[in-house]
């Protein structure tokens, strides 16, 4: 999403890609828990469009504490990984993803 084009949004956000400097509006990367069944939502992390832990899984890593066992994570194949998956079942929560088109699912033990 874009936020407004401030000089402290200018100053703290980074431009859209190809953009020359000081123009446009500063993008920002944000990730919502909500829920299927009331709409109510549970956590939002923003954070800058691009640079060091500015990623769609840093931001989910930093509402995991909003997350308790028995809790069923539906999310988009980009969060499909290892690692988010042992650490999401490392707290009880079952996890719904789609695997990502790069994985070969098809291999394994004969």
Do not use: W
Request: hydrophobic content about 45%.
């Amino acid at each position: 999403m874009t936020a407004p084009d401030t000089p402290e949004n200018q100053g703290g956000l980074p431009q859209p890609p190809g953009q020359r400097p000081g123009l446009g509006f500063p993008m920002i990367r944000l990730v919502v828990l909500l829920s299927l069944t009331t709409a109510l939502l549970g956590g939002l992390a923003l954070g800058p469009y691009e640079g060091k832990e500015a990623g769609e899984t840093a931001l989910l890593r930093a509402l995991l504490d909003r997350l308790r066992p028995g809790h069923v994570l539906l999310a988009d194949r980009y969060f499909c990984s290892y690692f988010m998956v042992a650490l999401l079942r490392a707290r009880g929560v079952d996890v719904v993803f789609r695997m990502h088109a790069s994985r070969d699912v098809t291999s394994g033990p004969a």
